[in-house]
């Protein structure tokens, strides 16, 4: 017995050894040149990784500047605050009459309709002037009279909106209301930034993160494994409080914790309910989505944060290849059926 299993065991130990001496002379013998870089857009901090085994470094940096211009070109389209954006343009003229946008700025906004269908109004585009008024944010938040909330939930509606496909434009039906697209703009952007370096700078591994939104490019070439991205604890959102794999996918969180301030020992953070024009109080602390377009996982964040845990995961069971989780105030985290299998016991990125 003992004769016959000895030349078996030595052979599959020095396969094991010749497999290991492969993979590790493979990763290493892999020249991997690295960017990391941060900058100010979209008011938050980016941060992008990129690897690749075939750019220089010089040539991933100008991969990473040719993304950054492309983000800061299109805060400029889709910001409802700057004055001049295509968006801010729109807001003052689609009262009167249909408006011609640009092809960018028209998907997105059919988009944020569809995901406005889909989530019953949870989502809505058409806060622009309730979220100027909570001015949660800016230096002066405040919670608006009684009479401005009572009035404008009435007013503001997304099937309000018509779209022309064939012109390419965009008509309000009331004067009352303007849009917003802070809670999917994000997203798209990402998408973009990610499409640009993918296709004209053939990268294959890399990571976008702005503030809640990460997108991924990839695995991770430099650690021979898919992205480890962090969802923040609600409570020290400096820390991660679970962590996921995440290859070629994008993990989009929308948070109490992000933008709030306080007034008399009450926290009104910047996710409304569009039926009540005041913070949405679902019980949840955040929502967290894991799908493959991070402009889809940015409205969807936001739409099952109003939405609230039962209807939320409801909404996301039914969506193709898209994952949540939600943490909730009593602490407890609720995963939608596929979830769990992207958990990862790294802690470190
Ligand atoms: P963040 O901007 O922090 O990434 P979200 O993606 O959840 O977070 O977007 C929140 C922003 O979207 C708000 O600051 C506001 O501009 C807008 N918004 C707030 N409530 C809604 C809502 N119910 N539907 C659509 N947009 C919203
Ligand atoms: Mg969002």
């Not at 009035?151 to 503001?156: P, T, V, Y």
């Not at 929308?254 to 008399?264: K, L």
């Amino acid at each position: 017995m003992t004769n016959k299993k000895k030349p078996h065991f030595l052979l599959v130990v020095g396969l094991m050894i010749t497999a290991a001496c492969l993979c590790f002379t493979g990763c290493n013998s892999k020249n991997i040149a690295e960017y990391q870089g941060t900058f100010h857009a979209l008011d938050t901090i980016a941060g992008m990784t990129l690897y690749s085994d075939t750019l220089t470094e010089k040539e991933l940096a100008e991969a990473a500047s040719s993304a950054e211009d492309l983000c800061r070109e299109l805060e400029n389209v889709f910001s409802s605050r700057l004055s001049g954006s295509s968006l801010y343009l729109l807001n003052g003229d689609a009262k009167e009459g249909p408006v011609k946008v640009r092809e960018d700025l028209f998907y997105v906004i059919k988009s944020a309709l569809e995901y406005a269908h889909l989530t019953d109004g949870a989502f809505d585009p058409t806060l622009l002037d309730i979220i100027e008024e909570w001015g949660i944010g800016t230096a002066d938040p405040h919670v608006p009279e009684a009479s401005f909330t009572e009035s404008h939930k009435a007013l503001r509606n997304y099937s309000n909106v018509t779209l022309d496909d064939e012109e390419a434009s965009v008509s309000f039906d009331t004067a009352n209301f303007r849009l917003d697209l802070g809670a999917i703009a994000k997203g798209y952007i990402c998408d973009r930034m990610k499409e640009l370096l993918v296709s004209e700078y053939g990268i294959e591994s890399g990571l976008i993160n702005m503030g809640g939104n990460v997108l991924t490019i990839g695995d991770n070439m430099k650690k021979g494994r898919p992205w480890n991205v962090g969802i923040a604890d609600p409570h020290d959102p400096s820390s991660s409080i679970i962590s996921l794999n995440v290859t070629d996918k994008s993990l989009v969180t929308s948070g109490t914790y992000q933008r709030y301030f306080q007034e008399d020992g009450h926290i009104y953070h910047h996710i409304l309910d569009p039926f009540t024009a005041y913070p949405a109080d679902t019980g949840l602390l955040s929502v967290s989505i894991l799908t493959g377009g991070s402009m889809d996982a940015d409205a969807l964040s936001t739409g099952v944060f109003v939405l609230g845990p039962e209807k939320g995961l409801k909404l996301i069971e039914e969506l193709e290849d898209t994952e949540c989780i939600l943490i909730t105030e009593d602490g407890e985290f609720l995963f939608s059926k596929g979830a769990k299998k992207y958990l990862s016991d790294q802690v470190t990125p």
